[in-house]
């Protein structure tokens, strides 16, 4: 049998919410919507107290708006994070449904079962379009940290913090499952005047005698 789950938020598209993550016999996922990057990497230490999926993406606000902005799939915008999480066991059922109770005890705000087989590959698909969706806001410098698992939500809060010090727009995506997460800066290229010339002491031009010095005085007699 076919199984599935999604755990999102309240206001999200009722296509979305009856048809998310994938399953079938031996595949199982879901994605979770959480009010803070915080809760969504408290729910990663819980999930993985009582489970083991093959597979934990996140996805932060930042990012999450800007795969909206691409794709129009319906995702909350206004959630702070994203998780998608998979499971190929032997009982992917019932260890997403693990998943999904464990993700609920950390405040995610939606959780809804399907069974559609092709479920899960809009939010795949959402993970897999994190990056291009922040390119298309601008030139991107994408960097690579690896941190402990208990510490992804010191690390999410920092690189907030950051962003938010220096007026940064960063998104931040990756394999929560093994700490590494991918901080995006999203920056326009600086505009440059042209440089001056230095100043100094002369002003005489370097090009041809203008109409008004030919007819000068001392011209016209060093002329004769």
Do not use: W
């Amino acid at each position: 049998m076919n199984s599935c789950d999604v755990i999102g938020t309240e206001n999200m598209g009722k296509s979305y919410a009856s048809a998310l993550s994938c399953s079938s016999t031996d595949v199982a996922a879901g994605s979770r919507f959480f009010p803070t990057p915080e809760g969504a990497a408290e729910a990663v230490l819980a999930i993985e107290q009582t489970a083991d999926p093959s597979l934990i993406e996140l996805m932060d606000r930042t990012t999450i708006g800007a795969v909206e902005s691409l794709t129009h799939m319906g995702l909350d915008s206004d959630a702070g994070a994203l998780l998608i999480v998979q499971s190929d066991a032997a009982d992917s059922a019932g260890e997403i449904a693990r998943c999904a109770a464990a993700s609920e005890a950390t405040r995610a705000s939606y959780v809804a079962h399907t069974a559609d087989a092709d479920g899960g590959e809009p939010f795949l698909n959402a993970r897999r379009m994190a990056l291009p969706a922040l390119e298309r806001r601008g030139t991107t410098l994408l960097d690579d940290v690896a941190v402990p698992k208990p510490a992804i939500p010191e690390i999410l809060a920092t690189i907030a913090a950051i962003a938010e010090r220096h007026g940064l727009v960063i998104g931040t995506f990756g394999h929560a499952g093994d700490g590494n997460l991918h901080p995006t800066i999203v920056f326009d290229p600086p505009t440059r005047a042209p440089p001056r010339p230095p100043a100094g002491p002369s002003t005489r031009s370097c090009g041809p005698p203008s109409a008004s010095a030919e007819r000068s005085p001392a011209n016209t007699a060093s002329a004769r």
